[in-house]
Antibody, heavy 123, light 107 residues
Framework: QVQLQESGPGLVKPSQTLSLTCTVS??????????WTWIRQHPGKGLEWIGY???????YYNPSLKSRVTISVDTSKNQFSLNLSSVTAADTAVYYC???????????????WGQGTLVTVSS | DILMTQSPSTLSASVGDRVTITCRAS??????LAWYQQKPGKAPKLLIF???SLESGVPSRFSGSGSGTEFTLTISSLQPDDFATYYC?????????FGQGTKVEIK
């Protein structure tokens, strides 16, 4: 059973960089057909897809955040990470990491999620 | 971006009721639609993928239908464990986008 766990600071100052890591257990991050994704949820609001990384290092970012987002992968540690620069209070949210699986040629869909971690942007 | 619109935003229902939630896409997404269930303080859980395929382990009272731009999630007989917020998500065109959610409350 694949499990994902987010880790990182729960409080970030405005203009600084938010950094989170997702540790994957119960499966290899290097598996074919899996995309490793970050999704966030503003307090009391809906879900916003941030972007993905494939184990090879290829990425796609939501254009709304592209100028500030970097997602990286460390296959030796079975981890992937999110960096979001120049944060403001509008980036306060619960951040989820997720595995998106692509089956029989279908686009990838998020079938395993971490529990989420609240990151507050405040001085 | 493809805009996903769910209705209603809130739904009040009783145990045993048949419940239907609608999701509309601003452009065709073929059948690449997923439904998630989220309970307070928890991560979303995948219920339905490819519009009508039931995720493993999900009770058969959940079903999905539709294609193109209009989709529905149906719960055939609402159970106490089903009171939650439901989200649709399109995964046809990047960036993937979600509906605003439908909260199913106890009547």
């Amino acid at each position: 059973q694949v499990q994902l766990q987010e880790s990182g600071p729960g409080l970030v100052k405005p203009s600084q960089t938010l950094s989170l890591t997702c540790t994957v257990s119960g499966g290899s991050i290097s598996g074919d057909n899996y995309y490793w994704t970050w999704i966030r949820q503003h307090p009391g609001k809906g879900l916003e897809w941030i972007g993905y990384i494939y184990y090879s290092g290829s990425t796609y970012y939501n254009p709304s955040l592209k100028s500030r987002v970097t997602i990286s992968v460390d296959t030796s540690k079975n981890q992937f990470s999110l960096n979001l620069s120049s944060v403001t209070a509008a980036d306060t949210a619960v951040y989820y990491c997720a595995r998106e699986g692509s089956y029989s040629g279908s686009p990838p869909v998020a079938d395993y999620w971490g529990q989420g971690t609240l990151v507050t942007v405040s001085s | 971006d493809i805009l996903m619109t769910q209705s209603p935003s809130t739904l009040s229902a009783s145990v045993g009721d048949r419940v239907t939630i609608t999701c509309r896409a601003s452009d065709t997404i073929r059948s690449w639609l997923a439904w998630y269930q989220q309970k307070p303080g928890k991560a979303p859980k995948l219920l339905i993928f490819k519009a009508s395929s039931l995720e493993s382990g999900v009770p058969s009272r959940f079903s999905g239908s539709g294609s193109g731009t209009e989709f529905t999630l149906t719960i055939s007989s609402l159970q106490p464990d089903d009171f939650a917020t439901y989200y649709c998500q399109q995964y046809n065109s990047y960036p993937w986008t979600f509906g605003q959610g439908t909260k199913v409350e106890i009547k």
